[in-house]
């Protein structure tokens, strides 16, 4: 299969091969030709299959053949939960459309709207926006929704997860009643096939990987440990296996900011990227990391939301999240692309709940693997977490005396600081999720 069959014009295929993709991938096999027909589609993909050229290239093919000659309005309307996943968007949109005549933009919170909106002033294609932003333009008459073509829903589980429903109710309201509507989302819960119920006439279905699964290449591994060794053991693989370009989760801001200083005091440059940054940290640390001016990306799951982190190696979970499907998200940000990748999680006692979980809705086992100086075993007792510079140079206790003098796993047993920081996402509703049901039915 090539990008020429799939009927793209030479001006995209020009700018997507300059982009060096040899090969569609399977999203992209199947959606493209599927929009360019102006069907509705309903997609199951997570971040990594692709899915931003499956649905940016056939857009821009529309909006290039129906371009009225005179006006400039916003004709196609790419909605988003984050920033980060905004900007990367646009900056996908404006690879692909560089030998057509359309002019993109973006548009999300935290940065002073000025710009923004002079820039649609100067008339715009094809908008990518984060629901409040664009509310709040809207209200402010500096744009006008009333000629949208095509309106697409990136990662729709995010958005509702953000709790973005009704603003996405309302931005629909704003648009004509006939467009063509394009809905991704990695998983599909009850609330998702609502909104998509409410929003698409007639879709097609099309799925990249069967929902809920992992990126095949992505090999998973399992290192127990108590929570008080995690910073030390995160030190040594990182050190050991002199891993330059790491993404590692935290639940918390609080804990994400603490391990950040624990690296650094180790050498390992790293940055965090949560909720809590400015729009301008935010950017500053992924672009280093994107550029390897830093080691490691420390990022809270909300944050990370959609980073297009071309071929990450490693991925690290430092808590495992209490949402199984967010382990999904979480380990796509390795293995992408046909590449391969490694996707570790360190599990103290607390977690093995979330392990369960997890391997039930991926109906999968997790590999445990073990880590010379951190074998733990459930009966032995914890020992306080040692990262400065001097001791990390002596946290492989080969003899393992120390690691089991020290180690103590008895439920309620010592609570460190980590335990007091509020996870992030505590006041989520369980019960809002999809039961972990199999993968969904859809071709
Ligand atoms: P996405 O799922 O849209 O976030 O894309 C994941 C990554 O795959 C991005 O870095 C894209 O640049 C890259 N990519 C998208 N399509 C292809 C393709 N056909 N061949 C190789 N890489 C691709």
Do not use: C
């Not at 330059?244 to 440059?269: C, M, P, W, Y």
């Not at 380990?331 to 360190?346: C, P, Q, V």
């Not at 505590?426 to 809002?432: M, V």
Request: hydrophobic share 35%; glycine share 6%.
């Amino acid at each position: 299969m090539t990008f020429e069959s799939l009927g793209l014009k030479k001006e995209l295929l020009k700018a997507v091969e300059e982009k060096g993709y040899t090969t569609p991938s399977p999203i992209q096999e199947k959606a493209i030709p599927v929009i360019l027909e102006g069907n509705d589609v309903l997609a199951s993909a997570q971040t990594g299959t692709g899915k931003t050229a499956g649905f940016t290239l056939p857009i821009l093919q529309i909006i290039t053949d129906t371009k009225n000659p005179k006006f400039r309005p916003i004709r196609a309307l790419i909605l988003t939960p984050t920033r980060e996943l905004a900007a990367q968007i646009y900056d996908n949109i404006k690879d692909y459309s560089k030998y057509v005549n359309i002019k993109s933009a973006v548009i999300f919170g935290g940065v002073n709207p000025k710009k923004q909106i002079s820039t649609i002033k100067n008339g715009v294609d094809i908008l990518v926006a984060t629901p409040g932003r664009l509310l709040d333009l809207h209200d402010q008459k500096a744009l006008s929704l009333k000629r949208i073509d095509i309106l697409i829903l990136d990662e729709a589980d995010r958005m509702l997860d953000m709790g973005f429903v009704r603003d996405i109710k309302k931005i629909i309201a704003l648009l004509p009643s006939k467009r063509q509507n394009l809905l991704f989302s990695a998983t599909f819960s009850k609330e998702i096939k609502a909104l998509a119920k409410g929003i698409l006439s007639n879709p097609v279905l099309v799925e990249a990987a069967p929902e809920n699964t992992t990126a095949e290449m992505v090999t998973q591994k399992i290192y127990r440990t108590p929570k008080s060794r995690k910073a030390a053991m995160v030190i040594q693989l990182i050190s050991d296996g002199n891993w330059n370009q790491v993404l590692i989760f935290t639940r918390t801001k609080h804990g994400a900011n603490r391990l950040v200083e624990k690296l650094q005091k180790n050498d390992i440059s790293s940055a965090a990227i949560h909720g809590n940054k400015s729009q301008g940290a935010r950017t500053k640390a992924l672009k280093e990391f994107k550029e390897n001016t830093i080691r490691v990306l420390v990022a809270t799951d909300i944050a990370a939301r959609g980073l297009d982190i071309p071929l990450l190696p490693q991925v690290i979970n430092y808590e495992l999240p209490n949402i199984p499907e967010d382990y999904v998200h979480r380990i796509g940000r390795t293995g992408r692309a046909g590449a391969s990748g490694e996707a570790i999680s360190l599990v103290a006692n607390e977690e093995l709940e979330y392990v369960k979980n997890i391997e039930k809705l991926l109906k999968q086992k997790l590999k445990i693997a073990e880590l010379e100086g951190f074998d733990l075993t459930p009966t032995e007792p914890s020992q306080p977490e040692s990262t400065s510079k001097s001791s990390s140079k002596n946290k492989k206790p080969s003899s393992g005396n120390q690691t089991k003098r020290n180690f103590r796993n008895k439920k309620g047993s010592k609570n460190n600081e980590e335990n007091k920081a509020a996870p992030i996402r505590n006041n989520r509703k369980k019960s809002k999720r999809r039961p972990n049901k199999g993968p969904r039915n859809i071709t």
